[in-house]
């Protein structure tokens, strides 16, 4: 079995997003022909809360190096929290003990945060191996470019500018989540042409349900209301999700002035909406939106994550999922994977040209809509009133199609890995 050296600073018992690519790649890559060793940040080190249901999702036999960062209380005064940063010269040290002691064939860098990629030059150069850039997310972004002057998140852009280009340079190969994010990659270095490139979503992990019916959460942060017929959106609400969530609630609001009784028996449920770990003082993004179109009596919302299974459980105790994305046609979704695993049907909006509508409309098991720019998205409220009215009755819908998502799967993303690895790392290590 060759060996594939991942690192991922954020990793069970991390809450945050990023997890779960090296957790599926952990889980998934034996079965391929790779053993993962994964490299993350010490537990200790991480500034938001664990989950340890997480944590035991990923498999006994998984080897795992933790990584000791500079402590936050040390770096935060030097306005310095990035867990990338924090651990950047520790990381590369690790990575070099881990080369002499795992004799890996492939490194794998995923993120963000996106501060390690810059040690793929020491990967490459000095430890002689191909080296893998995983980009969940843009580092170099048209949202980025939109950012105020002078303000960190601007600052934050421009030197993701200066930097990205110094990263990509040594990459064997550069992974992303959609084609969108790579075509614009290659736009922004040419040279990248000659290099394997590949779109692989996070995907899911039909498994995690299995895991969820042995352990339900007892002392769940969101509770669903008995006696109501509950819509969730679980996941975090993104600044260019508006325009498109000001449809939903337009029809919504529709259904409402068309039969009253509605709010007495329907809540839209908002869970992990601020994408903070842990219980928000402030009110969640979607409250004061549902204010504006007066259906505040149906919102529920809990704008802080809540732990991997109780979200979950959400999905699978819900009537009904709502997936909604952005205004921007690259945007993909990694929530969709667990909701078509769910089992529930959903009412999902899109933009047409979003990877995550593609997939929903193939896998079926819901109501896919989709929109080809402001004008279409302006008049789309009575078409998306219609479907949440045919989940509300508890019309017919087709059950997902297993085998449209079987690719996204934690087993069938570490395939696409392993393919991956197989190309650039095509001999023994050296």
Wanted: hydrophobic letters at 40%.
């Amino acid at each position: 079995m060759r060996t594939a050296l991942i690192l991922s600073p954020h990793f069970p018992p991390s809450t945050l997003a990023g997890v779960h690519r090296a957790r599926h790649l952990a889980k998934g890559l034996p079965l391929h022909g790779w053993r993962p060793v994964v490299l993350h940040a010490d537990p200790r080190d991480y500034e938001e809360p664990g989950d340890p249901a997480l944590a035991d999702l990923v498999p006994d036999s998984v080897e795992q190096v933790a990584v000791r960062l500079m402590p936050a209380a040390l770096t935060r005064p030097f306005g310095v929290g990035d867990i990338g940063l924090r651990g950047f010269r520790a990381y590369g040290h690790a990575l070099r003990k881990a080369a002499a002691k795992f004799h890996p064939d492939v490194v794998l860098l995923t993120g963000s945060p996106f501060y390690p990629f810059l040690l793929s030059s020491m990967v490459r150069d000095t430890l002689g191996l191909p080296v893998v850039l995983d980009f969940q997310d843009p580092w170099v972004s048209d949202e980025g470019r939109r950012r105020q002057k002078w303000t960190k998140p601007w600052a934050s852009h421009k030197l993701a500018e200066q930097l990205e280009p110094r990263a990509v340079r040594h990459a064997s190969a550069i992974t992303s989540v959609s084609e969108t994010q790579n075509e614009q990659m290659r736009a922004r270095y040419p040279d990248l042409r000659d290099i394997p490139m590949a779109a692989i979503p996070i995907g899911g992990d039909p498994d995690d349900f299995d895991a969820l019916r042995r352990a339900p959460p007892q002392n769940p942060n969101h509770r669903l209301e008995p006696g109501k017929f509950h819509l969730s959106f679980v996941g975090t609400y993104m600044p260019r999700t508006e325009p498109v969530m000001n449809r939903v609630f337009e029809a919504v609001r529709m259904l409402r002035d068309r039969d009253p009784g509605l709010a007495d028996r329907v809540r839209l449920n908002f869970v992990g909406t601020s994408n903070q770990p842990g219980p928000v003082a402030h009110p969640g993004p979607v409250s004061g939106l549902a204010r504006q179109w007066g259906i505040s009596d149906m919102v529920s919302e809990t704008p802080g994550r809540v732990p991997f299974l109780e979200a979950l459980s959400i999905l699978a105790n819900s009537d009904g999922i709502l997936l909604v994305g952005s205004d921007e046609p690259h945007y993909t979704a990694s929530k969709i994977y667990p909701a078509l695993m769910s089992g529930r049907p959903y009412a999902s909006v899109f933009h047409a040209a979003s990877s995550a509508n593609g997939v929903l409309r193939s896998a079926g098991g819901g109501i896919a809509l989709s929109f080809d720019g402001e004008a279409e998205l302006a008049g789309l409220a009575p078409a998306i009133a219609d479907a949440v009215e045919i989940h509300l009755n508890q019309s017919e819908v087709s059950k997902a199609d297993p085998s449209a998502y079987s690719d996204y799967t934690a087993v069938g993303v570490a395939g696409a890995f392993a393919d991956l690895f197989s190309n650039v790392a095509p001999h023994t290590h050296p």
